[in-house]
């Protein structure tokens, strides 16, 4: 049969700035796009060095797979990238209290991220 993708929308994450959906469910998998420290009441990269934009880029991703009807224990898989790889225990330090359930993840260093951003998380997660 045709495997059917709902697209998941909430006013608590940043809007999609593209030709992209926030995330969406196919075959009981979410899929999230990537999402950067932009605060949804706002639009504005929030302030601040790597620990203050991943609690936002974490939020926000909070708030889509609240949307999804879903949440972080079933993460399966995030992929994370960073601007600079020294970032990388401070970033860690405030992934881990967010992602207890310690999903698998992959992690690299890009030459650029969106609106000069520090960091960008997107998450697979089951669906309840």
């Given at each position: 049969g045709?495997?059917?993708?709902k697209k998941?929308?909430?006013?608590?994450?940043?809007g999609?700035?593209?030709?992209?959906s926030?995330?969406?469910?196919?075959?009981?998998?979410l899929?999230t796009?990537g999402?950067?420290?932009?605060?949804?009441?706002?639009?504005?990269?929030?302030?601040?060095?790597?620990?203050?934009?991943?609690?936002?880029?974490?939020?926000n991703?909070?708030?889509?797979?609240e949307?999804?009807?879903?949440?972080?224990?079933?993460?399966?898989?995030?992929?994370?990238?960073l601007?600079?790889?020294?970032?990388?225990?401070a970033?860690?330090?405030?992934?881990?209290e967010?992602?207890t359930?310690?999903?698998?993840?992959?992690?690299?260093?890009?030459?650029?991220?969106?609106?000069?951003?520090?960091?960008?998380?997107?998450?697979?997660?089951?669906v309840?």
């Open positions: 045709v495997m059917i993708m998941i929308a909430t006013e608590k994450a940043p999609a700035i593209g030709p992209y926030q995330a969406v469910i196919c075959g009981g998998m899929y796009s999402q950067i420290c932009l605060d949804p009441s706002t639009g504005d990269v929030v302030t601040g060095g790597i620990e203050d934009q991943t609690h936002r880029v974490c939020k991703l909070g708030a889509v797979l949307a999804a009807g879903t949440d972080f224990d079933h993460v399966v898989k995030t992929t994370c990238f601007a600079d790889m020294n970032d990388f225990s970033f860690n330090k405030v992934y881990g967010y992602f359930s310690k999903p698998a993840r992959s992690c690299v260093a890009v030459k650029s991220l969106p609106k000069g951003v520090l960091c960008e998380v997107e998450v697979i997660a089951s309840k």
